[in-house]
């Protein structure tokens, strides 16, 4: 049950703090002095009657004190979430349900449209709860705040009131999807003349070369990707024909790991080079280049890409996996290079 604090709740609520709830709110002592809590209760009433900007309760679990659970309006529809459970009242779910009940609280009482949380990364008993209750996970607030002497990241989740509620299917997947990975996605293409010299942009934003395509957008294929990027950045219209290579590559000079798919542009007359309109913001010029120009012009990593994807292509041998370039079986061990030159 949730329900309003009480004096008599006080004594019992300070002697229930401990090391993990000082950690995380970054208290100066673990249990606070009488005068201490019940002066922090007396400031929740006062702002409780100042038009609910701060809603404090308690979290009541076989009548006695469990925990306690608060939000503060931040103004324009939008409310801040806050919750501990006491030693020993932990694991039985009842961060959950009494978030859950707060949240509704919030939406149907306090007419909010949007309600979050903030959640150091390393407090992984919260995350749960917090995506347990209906929050999804919207990104990380780097060096957020100073808590306990020290800056500290921060999780941004929040739950709006249009959101399908977690205990439906639609409502659970939107959750899971939201604190899952997200890795990137890069969509190339082969081109080539009857002479086997490739097709390689020099770009204006990294001193090596590479070939003609780009990152794939949300919700966007990949196949449909590579048009559109060889379209907008040369002003070729080539449609991709199959793929070739999928060459996962390792965190690098600032990038997060993504996986490269290389698709067969086709064999074209030389004379493509001379419809080619650079777009100048990222493509400085176009040409045709040999194995040996390919070798000089570009990253180790990917000169061996493209020389896997040209053996596919030439010996049919069907789409080949890599990993920085380097082709590996299914059944082989993943490496992790660090270094993917």
Partial sequence: MLRPWRDSDIEPARLSHDEEIARWFGFPVVVPT??????????????????????????????????????RSRGDGRGELSWALYSGMRGQGLATRALRLLISYAFEQLNMARVEARVDPENTRSL?????????????????ETIGGKRRDH?????L??????SRAEGFRAILNAGLPRKR?????????????????QLTYKSDWDLPGGVVEVGESPVVAVTREVTEELALDLPARGLL????????????DALCLVFDGGVHDPSIVDAV?????EIVTAELCTRQQVRE?????????????????????????????????????????????
């Fill in 34 to 71: 009488y005068e201490q809590h019940a002066a922090a209760v007396q400031h929740w009433r006062e702002q409780y009657a100042n038009d609910r900007a701060i809603v404090v309760f308690l979290v009541e679990y076989d009548d006695k004190p469990a925990g306690s659970v608060d939000i």
């Fill in 128 to 144: 749960r709860v917090a995506s347990r209750a209906g929050l999804r996970r919207e990104g990380l607030l780097r060096q957020h």
């Fill in 155 to 159: 999780v941004i989740l929040a739950r």
């Fill in 161 to 166: 009131a249009a959101d399908v509620e977690p």
């Fill in 185 to 201: 996605a890069i969509s190339q293409l082969l081109v080539r003349d009857h002479e086997q010299r490739v097709l390689l942009c």
């Fill in 245 to 256: 290579v999928v060459d996962w590559l390792p965190p690098w000079s600032g990038w997060d």
């Fill in 277 to 281: 309109v650079p777009e100048p913001r």
């Fill in 297 to 341: 012009r570009c990253r180790d990593f990917t000169a061996r890409r493209i020389e896997q994807a040209v053996a596919v292509v030439d010996g049919g041998s069907g789409v080949g996996y890599l990993q920085s370039g380097v082709r590996r079986s299914p059944d082989s061990s993943d490496p992790r290079p660090t270094n993917p030159a």
